[in-house]
């Protein structure tokens, strides 16, 4: 009788040991620039195992862990640094864990840094600014010109990529190519600093020419002019302008125009790609910085396609690091205002649902890290109710929403 009890209740132990498991899955945007330190110490958390367990351990024995990377598209979730590995009771697995520890250690490390592009496929992106060097620029102290400096200098020093090249051209009475096409932004920085003409003219189409002439026989994915000037064309006319704006996007040339100070707004909307001028008083540097740099985030389809992997687990744990600004084409948290209040939330869900586009997410918990303060507290705010929105309409549980660490006992 002794036996068959101690054997129904091994078999009891055993039984909850597999019933208590969960499965795991990390997922890393790329397009966030972590920050590391913290990163890793959420990794150890996750990651971390000990078998004395003076401390509890997040993962048990028995538990799936896998580790994708978010790249360009949906299809480019990456799993190759580890996928499926379960923790088993020996040595040899508790080993096999350290070293992928070690390996997302590295992971993190290269997407912060310069080598992003070496670990994901990035589209490359060739950028010109061209910058209005007339008198005006320099009215008032100069400071529409430092206005325009201080923006170009900011995105310069924001690229986190090595396949990101940019060019400087200035315009008044002529053009002039400051600087080719580089990604030293020793150069780049020291090419601004040098600009020291001012001419009395302000010759647009010239400017245009001198830029587009720069890009049209790149290879970049992405072919951008961001034109930056405070006011209208001298002594030709805005239709000169206006038609060497459209050769250049003919050639496949995006024109972004940034309005300083006494700009003619609805002449440099005519010149713009997207027929709309960014005001220099509001830019959004983050949102600049993700358009020339050609970064997508497309959280929405990867959440969905990683759905695909989920195997038979009673538990399933999302560990997200990411802004969790969504960013592709059809979906682009960065100028979309489909996430202002609650109205405009659920019609949006409810479009992904229409869609297909909301993958089933049932006994799933999700920690997100790595919120973005560049976007402000308003727009974090949005992000929120967004997301804790979308999770519950997929059937999970927002359990911790931090910018810099997680909270795994929640």
Not at 204 to 220: D, Q
Not at 390 to 399: D, L, N, S, T
Request: aromatic residues 8%.
């Amino acid at each position: 009788m002794k036996k068959i009890l101690v054997t129904l209740l091994g078999l009891s132990i055993f039984a909850t040991s597999i019933f208590a498991a969960k499965e795991v899955f990390i997922l890393v945007d790329s397009s966030t620039k972590l920050n590391t330190k913290n990163t890793q110490k959420s990794i150890s958390k996750i990651l971390g195992f000990n078998k004395k367990k003076k401390k509890k351990n997040f993962l048990e024995y028995g538990d799936s862990v896998s580790l994708f990377v978010m790249g360009a598209s949906a299809e480019d979730l990456q799993t190759k640094y580890f996928d499926d590995f379960e923790l088993e009771q020996s040595k040899k697995s508790r080993k096999n864990l350290k070293k992928r520890k070690k390996a997302t250690y590295k992971l993190i490390k290269k997407l912060s840094g310069k080598n992003i592009a070496k670990v994901i496929k990035i589209p490359s992106s060739d950028v010109v600014f061209c910058m209005d060097n007339s008198g005006s620029m320099y009215g008032n102290n100069g400071s529409n010109y430092e206005i325009a400096q201080d923006i170009a200098q900011n995105l310069v020093n924001s690229i986190r990529t090595n396949n990101t090249k940019v060019a400087l051209v200035t315009f008044g009475k002529s053009s002039k190519t400051v600087q080719r096409l580089t990604s030293s932004k020793k150069k780049l920085n020291k090419a601004f600093k040098s600009i020291v003409n001012k001419d009395e003219n302000t010759n647009v189409t010239a400017g245009i020419n001198t830029s587009c002439n720069i890009l049209k026989n790149s290879n970049a994915d992405i072919k951008k002019i961001i034109l930056l000037s405070d006011g209208a064309p001298y002594p030709k006319a805005p239709s000169s302008s206006i038609s060497a704006a459209s050769q250049c996007k003919k050639a496949g040339v995006e024109i972004v125009t940034v309005a300083l100070p006494g700009a003619k707004i609805k002449y440099l909307d005519k010149l713009s790609s997207k027929n709309y001028t960014i005001n220099a008083s509001n830019i959004d540097l983050n949102v600049m910085m993700h358009s020339l740099q050609g970064l997508p985030s497309p959280i929405i389809e990867s959440l969905y396609y990683m759905a695909d992997s989920f195997h038979d687990y009673d538990e399933r744990v999302i560990v997200m690091f990411s802004s969790m600004m969504q960013k592709t084409e059809q979906y682009n948290f960065y100028t979309q205002r489909s996430l202002r209040n609650k109205k405009t939330i659920d019609k949006f869900i409810n479009s992904l649902k229409v869609d297909k586009q909301l993958p089933n997410l049932k006994n799933t918990k999700v920690y997100v890290q790595g919120l973005s303060k560049s976007v402000g507290p308003e727009k974090n705010s949005e992000l929120e109710a967004f997301w804790k929105a979308y999770f519950q309409a997929c059937g999970a549980e927002v359990k911790s929403w931090q910018p810099n660490g997680i909270n795994l006992k929640k």
